[in-house]
């Protein structure tokens, strides 16, 4: 059973910087893709990042690129995402997820970006 659980959420002042966490369970994390999306109040799903299986390559929404990064540590089989200059505009519920989608997803991490 798949199983992903997202931390590190939290508020933060505009210009901060997270790192979220997924820890993940249930399945061969080293052998997938793996994403972040997330969903701002009254918002759809937006992508954010998605990062090859062996964690060497990524790619990023326009919206984040240059200040969110994307990694994995497929020993300990955890999702990370470092996110630096937060702006109100990032306030969201953020996930973790096994597709660009987020069809499969945790029950996300919430960061509100506020002074």
């Known amino acids: 059973q798949v199983r992903l659980v997202e931390s590190g959420g939290g508020l933060v002042q505009p210009g901060g910087s997270l790192r979220l966490s997924c820890a993940t369970s249930g399945f061969a994390f080293r052998n997938f893709r793996m994403s972040w999306v997330r969903q701002a109040p009254g918002k759809g799903l937006e992508w954010l990042a998605t990062?090859?299986?062996?964690?060497?390559?990524?790619a990023y929404a326009d919206s984040v690129k240059g200040r969110f990064t994307i990694f994995k540590d497929n020993v300990e089989n955890i999702l990370y995402l470092q996110m630096s200059n937060l702006n109100p505009e990032d306030t969201a519920l953020y996930y973790c997820?096994?597709?660009?989608?987020?069809?499969?997803r945790g029950q996300g991490t919430q960061v509100t970006v506020s002074s």
């Open positions: 997820a096994t597709d660009e989608r987020g069809d499969q």
């Open positions: 990062i090859d299986r062996g964690g060497y390559n990524a």
